[in-house]
């Protein structure tokens, strides 16, 4: 088992769809990543967290220690938004290890 | 937020050969990893480029295959040694400027061996 579990593997949507992607992971960590991986290959950092929860524009990221859980949102979706997001932790040392990554296609 | 640098964004090699991947940050940073990225996967981390020492190798990824230099805080080097066809992969550094802090990524180095 992996120690980072994204789900749904792959995402079509219809713009302006409201856009939830799950990730599960399995080891302690210090914090937990969300990343934009676009078709150049290109990879940002959308969102480092350790609790709660924070916002950027449309994207609202969450996190529940306890469960283990983290969740990306993206609000009034748009074909721009269609990239591959991945989920990653750390530890102590900032050294990631990733989810295998949602394909997000939004359809305009 | 770091801008960097990564050279080649692609090569294609010849099976045997070796390729030198440069990592090249705007700014002073403490931490530098690099990853691969096979197709149709995710990344994973290859090892963390610590200045000034030996690269520190997550399993599966040995100095002889994959050596790393440090020579500052703003550059750091990728050496992927007598290439098989099962080294293309994306290359990608990553820097962040403390453990508290967000990585950012180079766009990466696609490489293919014949």
């Known amino acids: 088992k992996n120690e980072v579990e994204q789900s749904p593997q792959n995402l079509t949507a219809q713009e302006g769809e409201f856009i939830t992607i799950n990730c599960s992971y399995s080891?302690?960590?210090?914090?937990l990543h969300w990343l934009q991986q676009h078709p150049g290959g290109g990879i940002v950092s959308l969102f480092m967290l350790s609790s709660g929860k924070k916002k950027h524009g449309r994207l609202i990221a969450t996190i529940n220690i306890q469960e283990k859980h983290s969740s990306l949102h993206i609000t009034a979706s748009h074909p721009r938004d269609s990239a591959v997001y991945i989920c990653?932790?750390?530890?102590?040392?900032?050294?990631?290890?990733f989810g295998a990554g949602t394909r997000l296609t939004v359809k305009p | 937020s770091a801008v960097i640098s990564q050279k080649p964004s692609r090569d294609i090699c010849q099976r045997g050969t070796s390729l030198t991947i440069q990592c090249q940050v705007d700014?002073?940073?403490?931490?530098m990893f690099w990853y691969r990225q096979q197709p149709g996967q995710s990344l994973t981390l290859i090892a963390t480029a610590n200045q000034g020492s030996e690269a520190t190798y997550e399993s599966g990824f040995v100095i002889d295959k994959f050596p790393i230099s440090r020579p500052n805080l703003t550059f750091s080097t990728l050496t992927v040694s007598n290439m098989s066809p099962e080294d293309s992969s994306i290359y990608l550094c990553s820097v962040a400027l403390n453990s508290n802090q967000p990585q950012h990524f180079g766009d990466g180095t696609r490489l293919s061996i014949l």
């Open positions: 080891v302690g960590i210090s914090a």
């Open positions: 990653a932790v750390s530890g102590n040392g900032n050294d990631m290890r």
């Open positions: 700014s002073q940073v403490t931490m």
